[in-house]
């Protein structure tokens, strides 16, 4: 008897007609409302229907023209902000520390340093360390790494915490690999996934390795909420193709149908590793726990995992397998969404239900897929429903919900490449009924231009385009049945990432430019957003020369209302010779800026940097600052050289702890 592979999903979802008309007025036209997709999730029927599935896609999909897409390559017509992952998460943490600097405060995201105002632990080159923010010491350190090859050691590394548990992502990149053909034999062995190690960490006195989880996959992003931690990795089809430098593509192509035709079911489903307590399990996703939507690649498949950090184990994750592409992750703590943009992995037109038909768009248009799992407690997600809408996201603070509405904000190019074609909406989704349906929409926002940053708080969104001025978008999204451009403002230069402040202001971080757009160093303006159809720049802090992580990841950003602190992390030619009382020669040292923000501006507090981690040549030598706390009252300061303790009342240094 053939296994079945679980139940099915009910529910098709609304896909969305394409960006119509365009204008820079405060009332844009209204569009016609769409027609109905037929994006649906549902189960496979059995794993010969699976195989054969995943097969005929994952055919249809090979291409005869050579194409090699860099690992680390933006998409076309947008930042590389797939790390790009947070805002602050205001209420989220205790009276007298901050937390991570995340997107809601019901999802926190993994970042290189986390406290619980009771403990500081860090993790880097493959040492998690535990300090007491108290008597200001070190008190504890674990080597991650399985000995001094181990490449695990010096790849990206972050950490989530709950209790007296951590768990460390290590060797994840925050992005993804194009999917390719390997050679033959490249394939790993059976029981040795290569991608992300997941470590379980106990901190109850010397910190202790619980369990370690590898899967097979590259690791896109993780929520936690309470002691639930929901990870999600996408694995590549792995197939063994002759590696042949003289075959024409033609016949390359030929020899990957072939493969294709050839590979087990195990060839899309990622194996995992479990150990702990000297014991190692090998385990594959299951068959049925795969689902699939109307139109897939075949080329890969994202895996949820789920894990408990209270348990005394990981177990298996209790994974749940889309067939599809993902690559930005968002969630509110009850939901999850992942979205896909196929433009990045090969442009196929809005509304297709499968590969080459289209349905009520033109090719090259470019559309994003959006699935969304119920997370609530700490079961195994459920997918609710799924949607397509026109464009591409910047990263995940383009989409959030509200209300019960999805607000979702892309850029679309009709052309395929042209900058002055391309124009960004923002659209409104609500899921009901088992569908993801439009209830309205806002569109012809920064014609010729692109979203360089995005924010929704409540019923208000704030929208940042750029080309060579920077007109920030207020938008009234109280009516999720008539949403309205309200306000706009041109500014040069642009902002990368929004933050709020106090009532009615608004932070944002980004570059200065000048008139032709060329950038000139990282620039902080403070908006004034009170009246939402006049937004004004009431201050602004520039650094010529310099540009922040903070402008790319959020998790670098770092606002202290209790004292309505401003810490930016800056790097490049900075230069301390001549500031006053300093005695440091000139040198080219990155710092921290701290900045107090009050109504009308900033004012600048203090210079922080980790001289202390500079090399003899008075070059950074690890001494970049990437994140900052604060304590009971010490601002905290973490560079890959060590971790710095600064009084927030009068800037004095406390202590330096190095990290190497």
């Known amino acids: 008897m053939t296994p079945r592979c679980g139940p099915r999903s009910a529910g098709a979802a609304a896909a969305l007609v394409l960006l119509a008309g365009c204008t820079s007025q405060p009332a844009p036209r209204r569009d016609p409302a769409p027609p109905v997709g037929r994006l649906q999730l549902v189960a496979f029927d059995s794993c010969d229907e699976a195989l054969a599935g995943l097969r005929a896609a994952a055919k249809a999909s090979v291409s005869e023209i050579e194409e090699v897409v860099p690992a680390d390559a933006a998409r076309p017509g947008t930042r590389d902000d797939r790390r790009a992952v947070g805002a602050p998460a205001a209420g989220a943490a205790a009276p007298g520390y901050s937390g991570t600097n995340t997107h809601e405060p019901g999802a926190d995201e993994p970042d290189l340093i986390k406290t619980d105002g009771r403990r500081i632990v860090t993790v880097g080159s493959g040492t998690l360390r535990v300090i007491d923010p108290a008597t200001r010491r070190v008190t504890g350190e674990l080597d991650l790494a399985q000995g001094a090859g181990d490449p695990y050691r010096f790849g990206a590394a972050n950490l989530l915490l709950h209790g007296d548990r951590a768990l460390v992502l290590m060797g994840g990149a925050t992005g993804v690999t194009p999917v390719l053909p390997r050679p033959a034999g490249s394939r790993p062995a059976p029981g040795e996934p290569g991608g992300p190690r997941l470590l379980l960490v106990d901190l109850t006195g010397k910190p202790t390795l619980v369990g370690t989880y590898r899967i097979d996959a590259a690791l896109l992003d993780a929520r936690q909420s309470g002691a639930t931690v929901r990870v999600v990795v996408r694995s590549a089809l792995r197939l063994d193709v002759p590696d042949d430098d003289r075959a024409t593509p033609g016949k390359r192509a030929e020899a990957e149908r072939r493969a294709i035709d050839q590979a087990p079911i195990d060839a899309w489903l990622p194996g995992y590793q479990v150990s702990s307590g000297g014991r190692t399990t090998n385990g594959r996703v299951g068959c049925e726990r795969l689902s699939r939507p109307a139109t897939y690649s075949g080329r890969s498949v994202v895996t949820l995992l789920s894990f408990d950090l209270g348990a005394t184990t990981l177990g298996d994750g209790d994974p749940v397998s889309v067939a599809a592409d993902g690559e930005t992750v968002y969630s509110n703590g009850e939901r999850l969404y992942l979205a896909n943009d196929p ?3 090969g442009r196929r037109p809005f509304g297709a239900v499968g590969p080459g038909q289209p349905d009520g768009g033109p090719a090259g248009e470019p559309a994003t897929e959006i699935y969304q799992f119920d997370v609530a407690g700490a079961g195994r997600p459920r997918y609710v429903t799924s949607a397509q809408v026109p464009g591409h996201l910047i990263n995940q603070y383009a989409l959030s919900e509200w209300d019960g509405h999805l607000r979702v904000a892309t850029t679309s190019d009709e052309t395929g490449g042209d900058a002055a074609a391309t124009s960004s909406a923002v659209y409104v989704l609500r899921a009901a009924g088992g569908r993801l349906t439009e209830t309205g929409r806002v569109t012809g926002l920064g014609r010729g231009e692109r979203i360089y940053a995005v924010r929704f708080l409540g019923a208000t969104g704030y929208v940042v385009t750029f080309r060579q001025t920077d007109p920030l978008y207020t938008l009234d ?28 202001r608004l932070i944002g971080i980004g570059q200065e430019a000048d008139a032709r ?50 810490v930016v992390p800056v790097s490049g030619m900075t230069t301390f010779a001549g500031r006053p009382g300093s005695a440091k020669p000139a040198a080219v040292e990155p710092a921290a800026r701290v900045l107090r923000v009050d109504d009308r501006g900033f004012t600048e507090v203090g210079v922080i940097d980790h001289a202390e981690g500079v090399t003899g040549t008075g070059g950074p030598g690890g001494g970049g600052i990437r994140r900052s706390l604060v304590v009971d009252g010490v601002l905290w300061t973490l560079s890959a050289a060590g971790l710095k303790a600064t009084s927030v009342a009068g800037m004095r240094t406390l202590s330096w702890l190095a990290m190497t």
């Open 477 to 504: 999204l109280r009516d999720p049945a008539a949403p309205r451009l309200v306000g706009e403002l041109k500014v040069n230069g642009y902002s990368a990432y929004l933050h709020p402040a106090a009532e009615g």
């Open 343 to 345: 433009g990045w992995w």
């Open 517 to 566: 757009g060329r950038t000139q160093g990282t620039q902080v303006s403070l908006f004034d957003v009170r009246d939402p159809a006049k937004p004004a720049r009431l201050a602004q802090y520039h650094v010529p020369g310099d540009h922040s992580e903070a402008e790319h990841d959020p998790h670098a950003f770092l606002y202290w209302p209790a004292d309505r602190l401003l």
